[in-house]
């Protein structure tokens, strides 16, 4: 792998802050919103990763959030801070390798994913998670995205 996981320092949080465009990186509003609600993230979050490339730029951050009511589940986001595409195998990679690290903590990670947002369900499909079929929900069609620690534990294809 080119590509190395390390649970995410203040540094780290503090150099994306600062050096990237977190409102068009993120798709969560503008930049001052895209900050507040990546720290909310990281706030509520047991486990926060970073993926970095060999010159340790960072390439993604990856949490999970203890999902109430559910004993083991985690609600897993991430922001991607390079474009992903078909040939990008090292991204899926620690993307994969993030999951099974916070897979440690939780039995199960899950989220839903807008339908119109194909890349991040052919990431997560990539990285070794079930994609559920699209469900109506407030806000238009989303799918169910999960892994769970059985399928985490087989290799990875990339």
């Known amino acids: 792998m080119q590509c190395s996981i390390h ?12 050096n990237y465009d977190l409102d068009a990186q ?10 507040d609600k990546l ?4 706030v509520l979050s047991t486990q926060v ?6 010159q340790e730029a960072p390439l993604a951050f990856m949490g999970a959030a203890p999902a109430p009511g559910e004993e083991g589940c985690g609600f897993v986001w991430f922001v991607l801070l390079t474009p ?17 690290a916070m897979l440690g903590e939780y039995g199960r990670l899950e989220n839903m994913v807008p339908s119109d947002e194909t890349w ?10 079930t994609i559920g079929p699209g469900e109506r929900q407030p806000g238009g069609v989303h799918h169910r995205v999960w892994i769970e620690q059985d ?6 294809l990339h």
Not at 49 to 54: E, G, Q, S, Y
Not at 120 to 129: H, K, Q, V
């Open 84 to 100: 992903f595409d078909a040939d990008a195998g090292d991204l899926i990679d620690a993307v994969a390798e993030m999951a099974r």
């Open 26 to 35: 993120s798709g969560w509003g503008d930049r001052e919103e895209s900050i």
């Open 151 to 156: 399928a985490a534990a087989a290799p990875t």
């Open 7 to 18: 649970p995410t320092t203040a540094s780290d949080l503090s150099d994306l802050v600062v």
């Open 120 to 129: 991040a369900l052919e990431l997560f499909r990539s990285a070794g998670f």
């Open 39 to 42: 720290l909310q993230a990281c």
């Open 49 to 54: 990763w970073t993926a970095t490339d060999r």
